[in-house]
Structure formats: C-alpha cells, structure tokens
C-alpha cells in the first residue's frame, strides 16, 4: 500500500506535466464481488433489477474460470471514482491508475461530457431508494414491471435536443413517498441542480410550464425522444410511473456521452497510460510485466472491434501528423463519429487489418477491404449509439413509431418482444412502421397479440 501510494502520486504528478487535467481522484480496492456488481450495475449503488442481475452472473462467471478479468472501473464524477481489484499486482495498479488519470481528463475536458451530472453517483442512489419504495407500497412486481418496460426503450432519447430545452420546475408530492413535504424538482438534463431532489409529477405543472407545453405541442409531431413523448403525451401515468420514466431517462442521458465517446476514450486512455509508465523507474521484472499486460489490452481481436487499438492507432497518427497539441483539440470537441471519420486513414485501415463483413445464412463472409467502406461502416454503426432511429407521433389514442430505414433492417424478434413494452407504458394500440425486403410494413400492438401488414 506505501508503494502503491507513492505511484499514485507520481503518476499524477507525470499526468500534470504531459497537460492532462482530471478531476481529483478517489481510489478504493475492492475484492472480486464488489468490483463485478459495480460492473454490472453501472453504479456503487444503483436500483436492484434482474438484468443487472444476469450481467453479474456471466461476468463473475467468465472471471472464475480464467475468461476474462476486469482489473479496474472508473465513475464519470466528481471527484473521480476508480475501483482496483484487490489481487492486481503492483504493476498492474501503477498501468492501472494511469489509464483512469487519462479516463478522468477525458471526462472532465471532452465537450460531450459537458452537461453530464458529476454527482450522479448520488443522483442513482437517491433513485435506487425511491424505487425501493415503491415497491413497498405498490408492490414489486408491478413496479419491475413497468421498470422492465422504461428499461427497454431507455436507449431511444434524444440528448442532444434535450440538452437546449429550457429548465421546468414541477412539484410532486411527497405523500408518494410516505411525507407530506412538497419538493421542487429542475428537469434541465445536465443539470447538477437536480441532483438529489425527488422527481416528478407532469400533472403539477406551473402555469408558465403549461404556456411553453402548449406552444411546443406542434413540433413534438415526429419526437425522436420516445420516453419524454410517452412522458409529456400519455395523461394515464401514475406518479410514480412518470418518476420511474424519469429515472430512466436520466440515467440514460448520464451513460450516452460515454456511448458516442468509447474508441476515442478508451484510446485516450491507452495512449497516456503508456507514455506514463515508460516514466516510472521500473525494475526488471515490472517493465516485463507490463509489456505483458499493456499487449494483452491492445491486442486487436479476430471477432471484434478493440476499441482499445484503434483508439490508439488514430491518436498516434494525429500526433505523428498534426503533433500533440492537436491531439489535445481532438480531445476537446471530437466524439466517435467525427473522430473516425476525419482520422481513420488508409494505412491505419491496412495495418490493423480491418475490413467489412457480414452473415450470410449460418456463416460470416468478408465483403470489402477497400478503408472507405470500411471507415463508412464504423460510422453508421457509431451514429445513434448504434441504436435504430426510431421517431414518434400521436393520433389520438394511439401511438406512431416510424422506423427511419438506413439499408439496415430491425431485427423482427427484438421487434416483436419490444411492441408490449412500448403498449405498457403508453396503455393503447401502437404502431410501428419499417422496411423489411424492400417492402413498408406497419406492425402493430393492442395488447393481446402482434399484427403484422404490407402498406
């Protein structure tokens, strides 16, 4: 633990002098269990559901026999949170703490990160007893019911319009809560001013809320954002359904910078943390270690994309072709989108062997080498967090879902299984149109089984 302390510090003392700029960091080392619930939960503390549940299971799983291993988590706060497995070696916590210190730059300094919550380790834990309560007084079931059915469609938010919508002050009361407080609530996403306080009731509204409501009613015709549509439009919620929707939400809005973010970020990361160790004194055996180990992470993948390598493979060649203090404005402005798209070249193509492929009937071909087909494909796959573009509209009682077909199609089962969840929480036929075989086909959900038709 001394020696470990005094890498901490050197190592930040190097982070400083290479320009990087963290949030103060909070290291804690924690057995196996800890680390593999806190990896599956997102959180230290987050709101008990089975999906985390089975995340835990598989992980822990694949640690027990040897599979994989995660030697550290990193929490986008501040300060700045990072969890050390217990058994890493000292090596390994020195690579370790270097990797998080540039993590932390990151999170502090990227752009998208901007409006991100910074005590949201507070905000989920302050979530987790309120649903907690919930299913105390309305029953669990019912309560992982209607989680079940936010959580599906939790992907579906649209944070950059969100992120320019005025704040709105709402009151709940707290009698959901077993109080007979009332408590003020600022919805604007990102703000840290809504951290803490209790959510929601749309049916509280100020008068000023109603006017600006009312004058924003004709440009929610085509609503990327399905949950806030679902919020603000389906009258029949519960309280605490529209608190739970909330929750979800928000969550949701917390994680998405570090969906449009993780080549870049993790190659951030990797970058600093080798420059850093190189400035250590290490012995013999360390240095031998480490190269060990920093292989092992870069080491690029027969199955899948590493965002490891080409997150550092793009940020050398930005530093060999522009130089660092470039590397520092890319940091600054850029996401996964526009970072592949203006600094994957040719030769990084080539030289990790990247290529284009896809399923056909039981067995995966290589359609194209050529780097800008492959280049365009990493970018459709990265626009919309690799989710589907979903828009939404209303006629009367029903809901509209227009699939905005991009030559991928939706996968009909995950369709099929989706429907019921988007009817539970909106409580009346809905309807969703794509294209399947280059033909538009309306699916549609009242609550007893799936219609499918040719329009």
């Known amino acids: 633990m001394k020696d470990l302390t005094s890498s901490i510090q050197e190592l930040t003392n190097i982070a400083g002098k290479f320009g990087l700029d963290p949030f103060p960091m909070r290291y804690e080392i924690c057995p196996a269990d800890i680390i593999y619930t806190i990896g599956s939960y997102g959180m230290p503390t987050r709101y008990h559901h089975w999906s985390f549940g089975k995340a835990f299971h598989k992980m822990k799983l694949h640690y027990d026999l040897g599979m994989s291993k995660i030697y550290e988590l990193v929490i986008n706060s501040d300060p700045c949170y990072a969890f050390l497995l ?7 916590n020195k690579l370790i703490v270097a990797h998080v210190l540039a993590h932390s730059d990151f999170f502090k300094n990227n752009a998208h990160f901007k409006y991100t919550n910074r005590k949201m380790v507070d905000s989920m834990a302050a979530n987790a007893d309120r649903i907690r309560r919930y299913e105390q007084k309305i029953g669990r079931m019912k309560v992982e019911a209607f989680l079940d059915a936010a959580m599906a469609l939790s992907e579906h938010i649209d944070p950059h319009q969100a992120r320019i919508k005025k704040r709105r002050s709402v009151l709940i009361k707290k009698e959901n809560l077993c109080a007979s407080e009332m408590w003020e609530l600022d919805l604007a996403v990102g703000s840290e001013a809504s951290d803490l306080h209790l959510n929601v009731s749309r049916k509280a509204k100020t008068e000023q809320e109603e006017v600006t409501l009312g004058a924003s009613a004709s440009v929610m015709e085509h609503e990327k954002d399905l949950l806030l549509f679902i919020m603000e439009n389906n009258p029949n919620l519960e309280d605490w359904q529209y ?44 240095a031998v270690e480490f190269a060990k180990l920093n292989a092992a992470v870069l080491q690029p993948s027969t199955t899948q994309l590493n965002p490891y390598y080409l997150g550092l493979k793009i940020f050398e060649d930005i530093e060999r072709r522009y130089g660092r203090d470039h590397m520092f404005e890319v940091r600054e402005v850029e996401s996964d989108l526009s970072f592949i798209r203006n ?113």
Do not use: C
Not at 259 to 285: C, P, Q, V, Y
């Open 343 to 455: 600094y994957l070249t040719e030769d990084i193509v080539k030289e990790s062997n990247l290529f284009q492929f896809s399923k056909l009937g039981s067995e995966f071909v290589v359609n194209s080498t050529d780097w800008k087909t492959v280049r365009n494909t990493l970018i459709e796959s990265r626009i919309n967090g690799g989710n589907p573009y979903i828009t939404t509209s209303q006629a009367g009682e029903n809901l509209y879902l227009l699939h905005h077909y991009e030559g991928v199609e939706l996968e009909v089962r995950y369709l099929e299984k989706t429907l019921p969840y988007v009817y539970h929480l909106w409580g009346n036929t809905v309807f969703l149109e794509t294209i399947l075989e280059e033909k538009r086909v309306q699916f549609s959900y009242n609550g007893e089984k799936i219609n499918r038709k040719f329009i």
């Open 86 to 92: 217990d058994s890493n070696t000292l090596i390994q």
């Open 243 to 286: 608190d739970i929707l909330t929750i979800a939400r928000e969550e949701m809005m917390y994680f998405w910078p570090q969906i449009e973010t993780k080549i870049m970020n993790e190659g951030w990361a990797s970058f600093w943390h080798t420059r850093m160790i190189r400035e250590l004194d290490l012995t013999t055996n360390e």
